[in-house]
C-alpha cells in the first residue's frame, strides 16, 4: 500500500484517514470512481458471457445448417422438407463436424410444411427443450414461424411426458 510521503518519510495509515477526513470530497470521489470501474467491469463481463459464441464452423457442415447451443455444447443443425405433409428430415452434426443424429422431425399438431421452402429455425427456442435418443440429446426444434419440430421417434412420448404444456 502506498502511503503519503512527508519529509521524505513515509506516513503512517492514520495519516490517511486524517487525509481523507479532511478531504472528503475527495474521498467520496475515490469511492464512486471505485464502484463505477467495478461496474462497469461487471456489467461488461455480463453482456459478453450473454453473447452466443457459435464455433468455426466444420468443412462436413453444410453452410445453410445453424448452431443450437443445448446440453453443455451444441449441435450443427440442417431441416428440409421434400414433400408436402408434416414431416421434415433433420440432420445434426456435433461441435467438430461428426454427424449425431438424423432423422424425421414431425410438426407438432401435424401443421403442413412446403416442401422446398426453407425452414428457418429459431436457434434460441430450439436450445431450451431436448429429448434423449439412441443415446443422443436432439433438440426439440422450434420455427420462426412458431411451429414446431419434434422428432418422429420420440413424438408421442414428448406430447404424452409434457401433455401440451411446453408449448
Wanted: net charge positive; hydrophobic share 40%; aromatic share 12%.
Amino acid at each position: 500500500m502506498l502511503l503519503p510521503v512527508r519529509n521524505g518519510r513515509r506516513t503512517s495509515t492514520n495519516q490517511w484517514k486524517d487525509f481523507f477526513r479532511l478531504h472528503p470530497i475527495f474521498a467520496v470521489g475515490v469511492i464512486i470512481g471505485v464502484v463505477l470501474i467495478l461496474a462497469i467491469v461487471g456489467m461488461a463481463t455480463y453482456w459478453w458471457s450473454s453473447i452466443p459464441h457459435d464455433p468455426k464452423r466444420p468443412a462436413t457442415v453444410p453452410k445453410e445448417a445453424v448452431w443450437i447451443g443445448i446440453h453443455k455444447g451444441g449441435e450443427w443443425t440442417l431441416c428440409g422438407v421434400k414433400e408436402y405433409g408434416d414431416t421434415a428430415q433433420c440432420t445434426m452434426w456435433g461441435w467438430h463436424g461428426t454427424l449425431d443424429y438424423q432423422g424425421d422431425f414431425k410438426t407438432y399438431k401435424e401443421s403442413p410444411l412446403s416442401p422446398n421452402k426453407r425452414l428457418d429455425i429459431n436457434t434460441q427456442l430450439s436450445s431450451t427443450k431436448e429429448v434423449f435418443i439412441h443415446g443422443e440429446f436432439v433438440p426439440i426444434i422450434y420455427l420462426t414461424n412458431h411451429k414446431i419440430l419434434i422428432p418422429a421417434e420420440a413424438y408421442s412420448r414428448v406430447i404424452d411426458e409434457n401433455k401440451g404444456s411446453v408449448w
